[in-house]
């Protein structure tokens, strides 16, 4: 049954052009080309223009553009609209990877262009991800370098992808869509039918958004980017167009200034303030619940060792108590009775068993020194059953 409807959402949310308006050849020097099927003549004979066959692993072959800027520091990934195909969007190509000055690849999707196969949502995340892997792989570019653009359809393999990348640069919407069933009818819910649920993936989406949308798109409400942005976790200010449509923002001069100025502070920002921001929107940590905690799982006011901090230090001591916990055989300080006590006694407690009264029964390496069987007095050296003030000094046992 899902199979079914996934059939039915693909006949009515994908028109790729026909016939596609370019075809893959390839050339003497065993590179692919590129030719127009109208003029049959290269699209182009650009040296830094790499024509790519890439296998999805829904069993598909899809071309790719890959434009090198040699002045470029990020990579930006497009994604592009319905009833277009990459002979289309060429010149766009130039022109963004010359005004951002960044390397863009983009690609076509499964049925679309000089791609085999039938479109359909699930065929299309496995083509971006298949671009994505050849930019990792082939070109060495990392997602903290990376920059999604998705218009319109293309802003759902986008968001799909966004959503498994937490350190990507920066992510772009243009003309995005919050779900395929809410383009025709303003519905509140999820359906099983629906196709593209951006309104589900724009929250897990960490990196910075970037919305672009018309005011006047007849195809794809502006209130759909207006929700995409304001569910974002990190937007970045949004760029109504006014008296735009669906698919001629291009041609308006804040579109190329404000997506020019979006780049150049993704290219500014570094990996640590990116992390910084995310920190951010996470929910503050309980400090109560990171406080040390003794053996006894009793929240100690002070850190007691150098390695488990459980072990408590003297005031009047420039060390700590123990450098190797409950492994030191004598009193920490001298000066006053900083050792721990036992919970239940009150009185300085065995250094193996942390029992007073009965060290003599669980400590069976227990030795005492000068032979006494109890500990002698401050004051004097008597013995203490012979002792009035009852307090402990000697320091043989």
Same mark, same amino acid.
């Given at each position: 049954?899902? !199979?079914?409807?996934?059939?039915?959402?693909?006949?009515?949310?994908?028109?790729?052009?026909?016939?596609?308006?370019?075809?893959?050849?390839?050339?003497?020097?065993?590179?692919?080309?590129?030719?127009?099927?109208?003029?049959?003549?290269?699209? %182009?004979?650009?040296?830094?223009?790499?024509?790519?066959?890439?296998?999805?692993?829904?069993?598909?072959?899809?071309?790719?553009? +890959?434009?090198?800027?040699? +002045?470029?520091?990020? =990579?930006?990934?497009?994604?592009?609209?319905?009833?277009?195909?990459?002979?289309?969007?060429?010149?766009?190509?130039?022109?963004?990877?010359?005004?951002?000055?960044?390397?863009?690849?983009?690609?076509? +999707?499964?049925?679309?262009?000089?791609?085999?196969?039938?479109?359909?949502?699930?065929? &299309?995340?496995?083509?971006?991800?298949?671009?994505?892997?050849?930019?990792? =792989?082939?070109?060495?570019?990392?997602?903290?370098?990376?920059?999604?653009?998705?218009?319109?359809?293309?802003?759902?393999? &986008?968001?799909?992808?966004?959503?498994?990348?937490?350190?990507?640069?920066?992510?772009?919407?243009?003309?995005?869509?919050?779900?395929?069933?809410?383009?025709?009818?303003?519905?509140?819910?999820?359906?099983?039918?629906?196709?593209?649920?951006?309104?589900?993936?724009?929250?897990?989406?960490?990196?910075?958004?970037?919305?672009?949308?018309?005011?006047?798109?007849?195809?794809?409400?502006?209130?759909?980017?207006?929700?995409?942005?304001?569910?974002?976790?990190?937007?970045?200010?949004?760029?109504?167009?006014?008296?735009?449509?669906? !698919?001629?923002?291009?041609?308006?001069?804040?579109?190329?200034?404000?997506?020019?100025?979006?780049?150049?502070?993704?290219?500014?920002?570094?990996?640590?303030?990116?992390?910084?921001?995310?920190?951010?929107?996470?929910?503050?940590?309980?400090?109560?619940? =990171?406080?040390?905690?003794?053996?006894?799982?009793?929240?100690?006011?002070?850190?007691?060792? &150098?390695?488990?901090?459980?072990?408590?230090? !003297?005031?009047?001591?420039?060390?700590?108590?123990?450098?190797?916990?409950?492994?030191?055989?004598?009193?920490?300080?001298?000066?006053?009775?900083?050792?721990?006590?036992?919970?239940?006694?009150?009185?300085?407690?065995? &250094?193996?068993?942390?029992?007073?009264?009965?060290?003599?029964?669980?400590?069976?390496?227990?030795?005492?020194?000068?032979?006494?069987?109890?500990?002698?007095?401050?004051?004097? %050296?008597?013995?203490?059953?012979?002792?009035?003030?009852?307090?402990?000094?000697?320091?043989?046992?």
């Amino acid at each position: 049954m899902g !199979c079914l409807v996934s059939q039915l959402a693909a006949k009515f949310a994908f028109f790729p052009p026909s016939p596609a308006t370019y075809e893959v050849k390839k050339r003497d020097d065993g590179r692919l080309a590129a030719v127009s099927t109208a003029s049959s003549m290269p699209i %182009s004979d650009d040296p830094c223009l790499d024509v790519l066959l890439l296998d999805t692993k829904r069993g598909n072959k899809i071309v790719a553009f +890959y434009l090198k800027n040699p +002045y470029a520091r990020l =990579t930006m990934l497009y994604s592009h609209g319905n009833a277009a195909d990459l002979g289309h969007l060429y010149d766009l190509f130039l022109q963004l990877k010359a005004n951002l000055r960044v390397n863009l690849m983009g690609y076509d +999707y499964s049925g679309y262009g000089a791609s085999n196969g039938k479109p359909s949502e699930f065929d &299309t995340y496995a083509d971006i991800e298949a671009v994505y892997e050849c930019l990792q =792989t082939e070109y060495g570019v990392s997602q903290e370098d990376l920059i999604l653009y998705g218009q319109s359809v293309g802003s759902g393999p &986008t968001l799909h992808l966004a959503a498994r990348l937490p350190r990507l640069r920066g992510v772009v919407l243009h003309s995005g869509i919050l779900s395929g069933l809410r383009v025709l009818c303003h519905v509140k819910f999820a359906f099983c039918c629906d196709i593209y649920k951006n309104v589900n993936k724009i929250r897990k989406v960490k990196s910075p958004v970037l919305v672009i949308h018309g005011t006047e798109d007849d195809v794809v409400n502006w209130l759909h980017g207006d929700r995409l942005c304001k569910m974002a976790r990190d937007p970045y200010e949004p760029l109504w167009i006014k008296g735009g449509g669906h !698919c001629n923002l291009e041609l308006y001069p804040d579109y190329i200034r404000h997506l020019c100025r979006f780049v150049q502070e993704m290219e500014n920002m570094n990996t640590k303030a990116q992390l910084q921001k995310i920190r951010q929107t996470l929910p503050p940590q309980n400090r109560s619940n =990171t406080a040390p905690t003794c053996c006894c799982n009793i929240k100690c006011p002070k850190p007691r060792c &150098t390695k488990c901090s459980c072990w408590p230090k !003297c005031p009047e001591f420039s060390k700590p108590s123990c450098t190797k916990c409950l492994e030191c055989s004598k009193p920490s300080c001298t000066k006053c009775w900083c050792w721990p006590k036992c919970l239940e006694c009150s009185k300085p407690s065995c &250094t193996k068993c942390w029992c007073w009264p009965k060290w003599r029964l669980k400590c069976p390496k227990w030795k005492l020194k000068c032979g006494c069987l109890q500990p002698s007095c401050i004051k004097c %050296s008597c013995w203490w059953s012979k002792c009035s003030c009852r307090q402990p000094k000697c320091w043989c046992w």
